[in-house]
Structures are given as structure tokens and as C-alpha cells.
């Protein structure tokens, strides 16, 4: 009786909160390493932060299998940075085609790194 | 004791959520007539006197809102031009025409957040963040969400040590999980609990179909254990 009371009660606040839904997108430790990096910037920091997108990008296992707004163009702009032009600009127009919204946006990023 | 445990355990359901008897549609309804679908995190307008608190809270916002639905810049490039345009203080955009975000973005919102406060304490245990989050329209200027939460994390230890060496193992044990905790950890979780009720964007999964779903209290006040 008691166990049915505290199931009972588990559900009402599962559901209270409405339905769990699955994630969009995996992230693995990319939140973390970003912040890592803001917090103390580093080669280091900056290597692992780079790593984490790369899994991002390359290992995508969210419930829309695509890679998220956002880190085809901050990957892109810092492999441009770090000498791999060629790669980087092909991630930076990648983030248009699979974002239109972000085309003004990221064309003036692209601009500039083009200077 | 039974009652005790049924009262406990039905202020949880309650506060669970903090939802009020008003559904996502009555509380936001511009989100649902201007349907943005890009947003731009703009930098946190700190009012503590936590320097550091403005640059790390930024990094809490990204990953909830693109797993909303949205669109959103990426944060290091975003900060990056505000710095160089000499844009890095919010407060000036607060209240400001938002136009040149559209035209220089392709931004249809601009998500403002204001940091009142950012505190821990050793002796009780407990990382304080209270945070304002507006989102403005960058086509017709209108406030389309605007929530604040307050998050405590509890970090007090038990050690399950008896007595008055017991109490002081405790009183040394919850300051120093406390002064080894990260204050970004309460931030985070302030920014999933705001946010946990915002309409979906347009790659979310009930994109327009959340209307009825429950919106919360305004402001919400929370405790959660690390």
C-alpha cells in the first residue's frame, strides 16, 4: 500500500511537469568545455572545447540527427583560426545550408575571414 | 509521521512546477502570433557585484534554448562582434529599437537576461542565482516572454556523525563541497527551470502544438540539491 502511494505520487510529479522529451541533440561535454574555456583560456582548454564539437558534429545521436544551430559555424570559424582554412569555411557554409536563418549572420563572418 | 510524509510529499507535486492555471497560449500569446524563430543571447546585464558572473552565465543559455526549438547564434561569434562593435553593455538595447539586430543578424528576438543575484555561502551550504530572462521581438519590439527564477542549490553534507564533533564535521564538510561547487551549476539549473515553459521554436518536437501545455508562475523560487 505504502509503495503504491509512493508511486502514485512519483507519476503525479513526473507529470505535473508534463512529458519528458527526448533531446534534440547530444551535446556530450561541449556545454562544459565551452564554459571551461571562458572561464580560464587556455591551448588546452581551447583543444578539448575543440574536441567536444568535433564529437558534436561527427556523432550526432539526438532525436533530430542533425547537428545544432551553432557549432558547425564556431567550429568552422576556429579551425579557420587555427590555420585549416579550407576546412573551416566548408563548416561556416554548412551552417547556412543546414540554418538559412543564420545566412546574414554567418556570409559576414565569411566575408571577413576571406579578407 | 504518515501525515507528515503525505504533506511533504504533496507540496512537492505542488511545487514541482510551480504551474499556474494558465496555459502556455494565455501567458505567451505573442510567441505564438510572431513565432520567432532565431534568437540572439544578448550579454547578461549584471546587477551583483560578481564581475566574473556576466561571461559564465552567458554560457548557460545557449544549449537550453537551441533544445527549445530555436535557432540560436552561436554564442562565441555573437560575443566576439559585440565586443568589437563595442556593444558588450545590454542595458543600452534593453529598452532600445531592436531593428539593426534584424538587419545585421537575420535575428527575429533578442534574449536579454538580468543577474540580480550570484552568491554562495559556505557556512549554509547553499549557491544563490536569481536571474530575469526578457525576450524581445527585433521586428515589432514587444516583450514575447519575460520569466524570473530564484534557484538555491543545497551543497550542505551529512556526514551522519553524531554530537558536537559531529555537527563541526558537517559545518566542514558542507563548506568546503560548497566552496568547491561552481556557482555556473545554479545557473544552469535557473536557466533550465525558467525556461522549461517557454513555447517550442520551429524545430522543436511540438512546435506549435504546445498551446495548451501549462505555463508557469511568473517568478519561481526552487531548491534542488546538487
Not at chain 1, 1 to 27: E, H, R
Not at chain 2, 82 to 110: I, M
Request: hydrophobic share 40%; aromatic share 10%; glycine share 6%.
Amino acid at each position: 500500500m505504502k509503495k503504491l502511494f509512493i508511486v502514485t505520487v512519483a507519476v503525479l510529479t513526473l507529470s505535473s511537469c508534463g512529458t519528458v522529451q527526448p533531446n534534440l541533440y547530444s551535446w556530450y561535454d561541449s556545454e562544459d568545455a565551452t564554459y571551461q574555456y571562458t572561464k580560464r583560456a587556455s591551448e588546452e582548454k581551447l583543444a578539448e572545447a575543440m574536441a567536444q564539437y568535433k564529437k558534436v558534429i561527427t556523432m550526432q545521436k539526438g532525436a533530430r540527427k542533425v547537428v545544432p544551430p551553432g557549432v558547425n559555424a564556431e567550429y568552422g570559424y576556429l579551425l579557420v583560426k587555427a590555420g585549416q582554412k579550407e576546412e573551416g569555411m566548408t563548416l561556416l557554409k554548412e551552417e547556412i545550408a543546414l540554418y538559412p536563418e543564420s545566412e546574414k549572420f554567418i556570409s559576414r563572418i565569411i566575408k571577413q575571414l576571406e579578407k | 509521521m504518515k501525515n507528515y510524509i503525505a504533506i511533504v510529499l504533496m507540496a512537492l507535486v505542488l511545487a514541482s512546477c510551480a504551474t499556474s492555471s494558465l496555459t502556455r497560449e494565455a501567458r505567451y500569446p505573442k510567441m505564438y502570433a510572431e513565432k520567432p524563430a532565431s534568437i540572439v543571447v544578448m550579454p547578461p546585464i549584471n546587477r551583483t557585484t560578481h564581475v566574473d558572473a556576466k561571461d559564465f552565465f552567458y554560457t548557460t543559455m545557449y544549449t537550453p534554448l537551441c533544445e527549445k526549438g530555436y535557432y540560436v547564434f552561436s554564442p562565441m561569434l555573437i560575443m566576439e562582434m559585440f565586443q568589437a562593435e563595442s556593444a558588450y553593455d545590454a542595458e543600452n538595447f534593453l529598452e532600445a529599437n531592436l531593428t539593426p539586430f534584424r538587419n545585421v543578424l537575420g535575428a527575429d528576438a533578442a534574449m536579454f537576461t538580468i543577474i540580480k543575484s550570484w552568491n554562495r555561502s559556505n557556512i549554509g551550504g547553499t549557491l544563490t542565482v536569481e536571474v530575469e530572462y526578457i525576450l524581445r521581438s527585433t521586428v515589432t519590439g514587444e516583450t514575447l516572454y519575460q520569466r524570473e527564477g530564484k534557484v538555491k542549490v543545497d551543497t550542505s553534507v551529512n556526514t551522519g556523525s553524531k554530537g558536537l564533533l559531529g555537527a563541526l564535521l558537517d559545518v566542514a564538510a558542507t563548506a568546503a563541497k560548497t566552496a568547491a561547487t561552481d556557482k555556473i551549476e545554479a545557473g544552469r539549473k535557473c536557466t533550465a527551470f525558467v525556461l522549461s515553459d517557454m513555447p517550442e521554436g520551429k524545430y522543436g518536437l511540438n512546435y506549435m502544438q504546445d498551446q495548451q501545455s501549462p505555463a508557469g508562475e511568473a517568478r519561481i523560487t526552487a531548491t534542488v540539491s546538487e
